[in-house]
């Protein structure tokens, strides 16, 4: 059973040029939640995206957009890069079933530098 | 702003040691998470408690959920080499898995 896996595993970006980083759910599951993870810091949500539909937003930009496909599988895009955000991109997946809380599986993240 | 503070933010102890970890807020959870996580991977959860005042054990690992649930304690008797890592706790406040994260502690264990 194959987890959550993520592509690239490292990227290196010079500011103003575009990303875009690519998930592929827990087998079974059905949403996608994105964290950046900045050096020696714990992650922080990007968004997530639940029946193709970003459905929770955290406190970033309109630069950081995202999608999902009918397969479950995710992308995030970055457009106009700046230094700050490279960062460890982390990926979770869970299945939705209405409860308080649902298991998140994440990931081993993409190591994105901006140069 | 952080909304889950964690301390401390580094900790290096000896083989067999016992050590204490917090994760503190002002605000009420419904869920609270633990995770470790190593270099170049992501987090692996190894807990989530519900209910206020809930203890969980896992092996030498003993978890606890404040009364209030704005807190959690990590735990571990007899630390490990193995046990080595960031340690870092999420707090859910809604139904739609949107965690907040604590900084983290980052644990060395010597041998």
């Known amino acids: 059973d194959a987890g959550v896996t993520q592509s690239p595993t490292h990227l290196i970006k010079t500011r103003g040029q575009q990303v875009t980083l690519r998930c592929s759910p827990k087998?079974?599951?059905?949403?996608v939640s994105w964290y950046q993870q900045a050096l020696g810091q714990g992650p922080q949500f990007i968004f997530q995206?639940?029946?193709?539909?970003?459905?929770q937003r955290g406190n970033f930009p309109d630069r950081f957009s995202g999608h999902q496909f009918p397969n479950y599988s995710s992308e995030l895009n970055v457009n106009a890069l700046l230094l700050g955000d490279s960062a460890l991109y982390l990926c979770?997946?869970?299945?939705?079933?209405?409860?308080?809380?649902?298991?998140?599986?994440f990931g081993p993240g993409t190591r994105l530098t901006v140069l | 702003t952080q909304l889950l503070e964690q301390s401390p933010q580094f900790l290096s102890i000896q083989e067999g040691e016992n050590l204490t970890v917090y994760c503190n807020s002002s605000s009420v959870f419904s869920s609270l998470q633990w995770y470790r996580q190593e270099p170049g991977e992501g987090p692996v959860l190894l807990v989530t408690v519900v209910t206020g005042g809930e203890v969980k054990k896992l092996k030498r690992l003993t978890f606890q959920f404040g009364d209030a649930r704005k807190d959690s304690s990590l735990h571990i008797t007899a630390a490990q080499p193995g046990d080595t890592g960031l340690y870092l706790c999420?707090?859910?406040?809604?139904?739609?898995?949107?965690?907040?994260f604590g900084s983290g502690t980052k644990l060395n264990v010597k041998p």
């Open positions: 979770a997946s869970s299945l939705e079933v209405g409860g308080s809380y649902n298991e998140q599986f």
């Open positions: 087998s079974g599951h059905d949403t």
């Open positions: 999420a707090g859910g406040k809604d139904n739609f898995n949107k965690f907040y």
């Open positions: 995206y639940y029946e193709e539909e970003e459905r």
